[in-house]
T-cell receptor, first 114, second 110 residues
Framework: GAGVSQSPSNKVTEKGKDVELRCDPI?????LYWYRQSLGQGLEFLIY????????KSGLPSDRFSAERTGGSVSTLTIQRTQQEDSAVYLC????????????FGSGTRLTVV | KNEVEQSPQNLTAQEGEFITINCSYS?????LHWLQQHPGGGIVSLFM???GKKKHGRLIATINIQEKHSSLHITASHPRDSAVYIC????????????FGKGMKLTVNP
């Protein structure tokens, strides 16, 4: 596609429910990143994929968070048993890492846990 | 102490002014990024630098590796430049993840 596509754009969920956030990167981009921006806070790294593998998942805040990437393309970030502190904008970005290019960000998913 | 510090945190300017946004970092890096986030939340990658200087339109980004400092300059500023400008670094020898500064909110008044 022409850009990085994220869905849904907004999600309101009840505390304790599971949510899945989807990222469809630019076709051919080998690297995919998930970041989180909480209200009034800066961006924080969650996980990075190169192809289908995740060399760095050090930013995932707890074992309730997991992510996968299939076919070197679409990625899903899953949050189990959501908590109010999970409320944030979840941003996905993709890039052609080894060609030294910059990032292309998606518009994000605004998650609100009530 | 954050690994990436930006100054100032907020800046209000008049249309037409020359603006400089600063970023300092405390670690060895392989690249530095300047990002722009508009009020609607979308993030645009402006520059990726590993040395020297880059220019795109009215925007100029410079980096001094020895001093661990980068600047983003906006010439002939315009109200549409109003946004949060974020500096982020990729740590040398680390993974591909970015470490972000807290951003600088720029408001350009007509």
């Amino acid at each position: 596609g022409a850009g990085v596509s994220q869905s849904p754009s907004n999600k309101v969920t009840e505390k304790g429910k599971d949510v899945e956030l989807r990222c469809d990167p630019i076709s051919g981009h080998t690297a995919l990143y998930w970041y989180r921006q909480s209200l009034g806070q800066g961006l924080e790294f969650l996980i990075y994929f190169q192809g289908n593998s995740a060399p760095d998942k050090s930013g995932l805040p707890s074992d309730r968070f997991s992510a996968e990437r299939t076919g070197g393309s679409v990625s899903t970030l899953t949050i189990q048993r959501t908590q109010q502190e999970d409320s944030a904008v979840y941003l996905c970005a993709s890039s052609l890492v080894y060609q030294g290019r910059g990032y292309t960000f998606g518009s994000g998913t605004r998650l609100t846990v009530v | 102490k954050n690994e990436v510090e930006q100054s100032p945190q907020n800046l209000t300017a008049q249309e037409g002014e020359f603006i400089t946004i600063n970023c300092s970092y405390s670690v060895g890096i392989s690249a530095l990024h300047w990002l722009q986030q508009h009020p609607g939340g979308g993030i645009v990658s402006l520059f990726m630098l590993s040395s020297g200087k880059k220019k795109h339109g009215r925007l100029i980004a410079t980096i001094n590796i020895q001093e661990k400092h980068s600047s983003l300059h906006i010439t002939a500023s315009h109200p549409r430049d109003s946004a949060v400008y974020i500096c982020a670094v990729r740590i040398q020898g680390g993974s591909e993840k970015l470490v972000f500064g807290k951003g600088m909110k720029l408001t350009v008044n007509p």
